[in-house]
């Protein structure tokens, strides 16, 4: 077997497009309803490996009605940010992370791998392609959406012989409608995202849309997301489409930052990552995080809904919140579970003693205010 043909930036192919349009107004952008003018497509197949890059007009994919996607949610995809300071300066935050996270995704599927560094030199052109798209104001960005689909004409259940690896942009605000606000949660005990064994450690299209119908339920009876559980237990997951922390007054004092540990059911979010980062600095004295406890302890543990309650009782949930790429970091002000509402006792700006501060921390890091290695030049 010779090997086949690796992704090839040196081959790539720019289709300007021939009517650019003017990006709207910032304050317009509802989260990934507008699109860029570009996008980047990278064919593959059995035989030939990883074809021609092109970075041609966004536009229609010619898709065959029988294609393994469509049938199987043969689909993994990414979620990275692009920001642009006010000197024009163009950076991305970790994009190893997102290139390492696509390829453990597509072998979970026996969907193609490719060489991450070489998908990242791609992707880098066709932000500078598009880069005046970039909204500058704070909590803007430019999202973008790395995707790999199965393409091969074939109705059986079988690792595609034909993919596409896309990648869209979109300029984004805030990620919930509220903007940037606390939301509430609804602890359901009917669904579950996702099952030992399972797919939820993945990013896969398939996770995403068995929670939309919980989530409707949760909006007829008052809440925004899911707060998604595990076994007899209640185990906190995930909160809608977030990994979640939880935040404890311990009784020696001191603060206990609690998330649930990567245990095949939990996402290896970018954002979650970079939280248990800057708080595990902060606790080893490494780097101080202003504003944040001196003593605080960061912990990958089973947490429950009865630990949930008791800190509550206690008065001693002090902060729960959501971190993704697209939300960053959102607050939870509210928890309905078993018929009962738990409150989480947020500051008058939506936030609590743990999330501010690191929110500020995390965002400096991602928009260059904070100079850092985790932010990388396009
Ligand atoms: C992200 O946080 O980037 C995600 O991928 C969630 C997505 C469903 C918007």
């Given at each position: 077997l010779t090997a086949r043909p690796d992704i090839?930036?040196?081959r790539l192919e720019i289709e300007r497009h021939p009517k650019p349009t003017a990006p709207p107004p910032s304050k317009s952008l509802v989260f990934g309803h507008t699109f860029t003018d570009h996008m980047l497509c990278i064919p593959w197949d059995i035989l030939n490996g990883w074809g021609a890059p092109r970075i041609q007009p966004y536009g229609p994919l010619p898709l065959e009605?029988?294609?393994?996607v469509l049938h199987y949610a043969q689909t993994v995809f990414e979620g990275m940010k692009a920001y642009r300071d006010d000197s024009g300066r163009v950076t991305l935050f970790r994009p190893d992370m997102n290139m390492k996270r696509m390829n453990n995704s597509a072998a979970r599927i026996a969907l193609p791998n490719f060489d991450g560094d070489a998908l990242l030199e791609l992707i880098k052109k066709l932000v500078q392609v598009?880069?005046?798209?970039?909204?500058?104001?704070?909590?803007?960005s430019l999202y973008i959406r790395p995707t790999l689909i199965g393409t091969q004409k074939?109705?059986?259940?079988?690792?595609?012989s034909e993919a596409l690896l896309f990648v869209i942009c979109s300029p984004v605000g805030p990620?919930?409608?509220?903007?940037f606000k606390p939301v509430s949660l609804y602890a359901t005990?009917?669904?579950?995202r996702a099952a030992p064994g399972?797919?939820?450690?993945f990013k896969l299209?398939?996770?995403?849309?068995?929670g939309v119908m919980p989530q409707k339920l949760a909006a007829k009876k008052g809440y925004q997301q899911n707060l998604w559980l595990h076994g007899p237990d209640h185990l906190l997951t995930e909160v809608g489409t977030m990994n979640m922390f939880v935040v404890l007054k311990k009784s020696g004092g001191g603060l206990e930052l609690v998330t649930p540990s990567l245990?095949?059911?939990i996402l290896p979010g970018v954002t979650r990552d970079s939280v248990l980062a800057i708080a595990r600095e902060h606790a080893s004295g490494k780097k101080k995080i202003p504003?944040?406890?001196?003593?605080l302890t960061v912990s990958e543990r089973p947490i429950s809904m009865k630990e949930i309650l008791t800190a509550s009782k206690k008065g001693a949930l002090v902060d729960l919140f959501g971190s993704g790429t697209a939300a960053v970091i959102s607050t939870v002000d509210r928890i309905g579970y078993l018929g009962e509402d738990v409150h989480i006792p947020l500051e008058k700006d939506g936030m609590g003693p743990v999330s501010r501060p690191i929110w500020k921390e995390l965002v400096g890091r991602q928009v260059g205010s904070i100079d850092h290695e985790w932010s990388v030049e396009v």
């Open positions: 090839q930036p040196g009605p029988s294609c393994t598009d880069k005046h798209w970039i909204p500058q104001e704070a909590g803007h074939f109705i059986g259940v079988a690792p595609p990620y919930y409608p509220a903007g005990t009917e669904y579950i399972g797919t939820g450690a299209g398939v996770n995403y849309a068995p245990d095949g059911m504003g944040l406890a001196d003593k």
